[in-house]
């Protein structure tokens, strides 16, 4: 009988490990070499084309091994991947990971532990709860509730009971959706939820509330890109049932901030309950600058983040903070042998209550090492950069007689077009860029009309980046 394959794990683990990151490391340089460019050159049709030519049948009879099989693979997706590190690659919310904390998620998937009992990851559970509630503490400081503590075996479990906590997510999608539910069950006695969102709010959470079986949202006006607050009071004004309004922090169209200080008025005039969407803007938090920006948030019941934007982590690395963490008290769930009784009144914590998902990875590490490593000024140096690189393009632009500005960017979010460009052409203008391999920019609609979308999260881009960026604008742009 031939030996099985080593594992990740053990002390043996990074002996095998370490020469198939080699090949791994090698296959990444070697694809982006190929590649060339920013993302693959021909669209979809090409790509699959050429992914197929490189990797042949996905399930051979005979393996072809360890070292062809990475060397294969990794090269074909890095041939054929929309790099986020590269400077023209700039269209989502989607950043360049950091070094660091892409080494870390690789000790985190050798580890293997699952986050939903505390005997498959002692440190771990541990370590999620330092870092959330040190996160919940960015978000709302030492405003806490005195309210119910956190007993061993509960869901609202923390290092600091009674104090505002912070959940892991997979991103701002579940996030938001947690945020929802949280907020229903919270009102149960009082009848359904009604989420009252702005026409600037992000599609998860109508879709949350499709999801939860919540009655369609209100929609309030947005007309300068920010929800109104005068719209707002009035949409309030005579509402029955208890009621959830979803404020946006970085819009994912133009990265703007809703007037959070007055929304959280209005809420509190009306009664409603005040959820805050900062997925792309809370890394503000740590720019000693920029961080009044942000003013209001802690006054918001729950808040979205989500540090695979400004945060530099690989995906995922989403969490939602949670005011009070008697709001946790649904998630509680019960599974023999997860948390027992007796396993939970002799000690053990309960860690199902902090997800809805069972088993999932202690993507903190990464978020961890990276906290740990720059601190709170080290990421603000970060934010500052990529929200500086976007205020100079904006003036860069504002300054050519070629294109026309949106707006002077909130965060890093930069809205233009081509002056007196149709959109249609404005839109054959990015697909033509990504047919070509040459550029990845985003799209977003802007009163009323079709505007290029530079995202810049990548703290490494010069302006010389940015303006071969405009170049190539202005290549495709005659017809």
């Not at 009674?162 to 938001?176: D, F, K, M, R, S």
């Not at 929304?263 to 809370?282: N, P």
């Not at 695979?308 to 019960?334: E, I, M, S």
């Amino acid at each position: 009988m031939s030996n099985p394959p080593p594992l990740a794990g053990g002390p043996q683990g990074p002996q095998a490990l370490r020469p198939l990151l080699d090949i791994v490391l090698d296959a990444l340089h070697d694809g982006a070499t190929a590649r060339g460019g920013p993302l693959p050159a021909g669209g979809p049709h090409t790509v699959t084309a050429r992914l197929r030519e490189l990797t042949g049948d996905p399930l051979p009879h005979h393996g072809t091994g360890p070292d062809t099989a990475l060397r294969t693979l990794v090269h074909a997706l890095a041939e054929g991947a929309a790099d986020p590190a590269d400077p023209l690659c700039a269209a989502h919310l989607h950043c360049p990971p950091l070094a660091l904390a892409t080494a870390a998620d690789l000790a985190a998937s050798a580890l293997n532990a699952s986050m939903d009992s505390w005997d498959q990851a002692p440190a771990a559970s541990a370590l999620e709860t330092l870092v959330t509630d040190a996160l919940a503490h960015e978000v709302y400081g030492d405003t806490g509730h005195p309210g119910q503590s956190g007993q061993p075996g509960h869901p609202g479990q923390s290092g600091q009971p009674g104090h505002p906590q912070a959940l892991v997510t997979t991103g701002g999608t579940e996030a938001n959706q947690l945020a929802l539910l949280l907020a229903r069950e919270s009102h149960a006695s009082q009848g359904p939820l009604q989420l009252i969102t702005g026409t600037n709010a992000h599609h998860s959470l109508p879709r949350a509330a499709w999801l939860l079986g919540l009655p369609d949202p209100v929609t309030v006006p947005a007309p300068t890109g920010t929800l109104d607050p005068a719209a707002l009071d009035e949409a309030l004004t005579d509402l029955p049932g208890p009621k959830l309004v979803a404020a946006t922090a970085g819009t994912t169209d133009a990265g703007l901030i809703d007037p959070l200080p007055e929304i959280a008025d209005v809420c509190e005039h009306h009664g409603a309950r005040l959820h805050i969407d900062a997925a792309y803007g809370a890394g503000l938090l740590f720019s000693p600058t920029r961080r009044t920006l942000l003013t209001g948030l802690d006054r918001a019941a729950t808040v979205t983040l989500d540090l695979h934007k400004l945060g530099w982590q690989p995906v995922a690395a989403g969490l939602l903070a949670v005011r009070d963490p008697a709001d946790l008290t649904p998630l509680t769930h019960h599974a023999d042998y997860l948390n027992a009784d007796d396993d939970t009144e002799a000690g053990l914590p309960d860690l199902l209550g902090r997800s809805l998902r069972t088993t999932r990875r202690p993507d903190i590490l990464k978020i961890a090492v990276t906290l740990k490593a720059l601190g709170r000024t080290g990421l603000g140096t970060l934010v500052d950069q990529v929200c500086d690189q976007a205020q100079e393009f904006a003036a860069t632009l504002h300054a050519h007689p070629g294109f026309d500005l949106y707006d002077t960017p909130t965060l890093s979010t930069v809205l233009f077009r081509p002056h007196g460009a149709p959109d249609e052409h404005i839109a054959h203008i990015r697909r033509t860029l990504l047919t070509q391999g040459r550029a990845v920019l985003g799209r977003a609609r802007m009163d009323g009309r079709l505007w290029l979308k530079a995202t810049l999260l990548n703290p490494h881009t010069q302006p010389g980046d940015l303006a071969q960026l405009l170049k190539l604008v202005e290549g495709n742009t005659a017809r």
